[in-house]
């Protein structure tokens, strides 16, 4: 399996990025799929999750900030992030829903967001 995520940059407070995961070698439309963060310093914490079926559910500290979603004929996972804030500064994955039994965990992508 492959999970190659995108779309990190360095942005403001108050801006917005769009994050993409291309997820290969599985039938990526079978799973609930979710965006972690790790911080520096900090271990990988739930972000976002969508399941096969297209229901969503957020941390509250992103809930009204962040959607995610999903293209199953693509096999891309997306996070729309906006209204950022310094605290979701982190490298952001993407993986299955189910932490205990996650895919291999690819290269994440940066997201810097600044005072």
């Known amino acids: 399996v492959q999970l190659q995520a995108s779309g990190g940059g360095l942005v403001q407070a108050g801006g917005s990025l769009r994050l993409s995961c291309k997820v290969r070698g599985v039938n990526f439309s079978i799973y609930n799929m979710a965006w972690y963060r790790q911080a520096p310093g900090e271990e990988r914490i739930f972000v976002a999750a969508?399941?096969?079926?297209?229901?969503?559910d957020y941390a509250d500290s992103v809930k009204g900030r962040f959607t995610i979603s999903r293209d199953n004929a693509r096999r891309t996972l997306v996070l729309q992030m906006d209204s950022l804030k310094p605290e979701d500064t982190g490298v952001y994955y993407c993986?299955?829903?189910?932490?205990?039994?996650?895919?291999?965990w690819g290269k994440g992508t940066l997201v810097t967001v600044s005072s």
């Open positions: 969508i399941s096969s079926g297209g229901g969503t």
């Open positions: 993986n299955k829903n189910l932490p205990s039994s996650p895919f291999s």
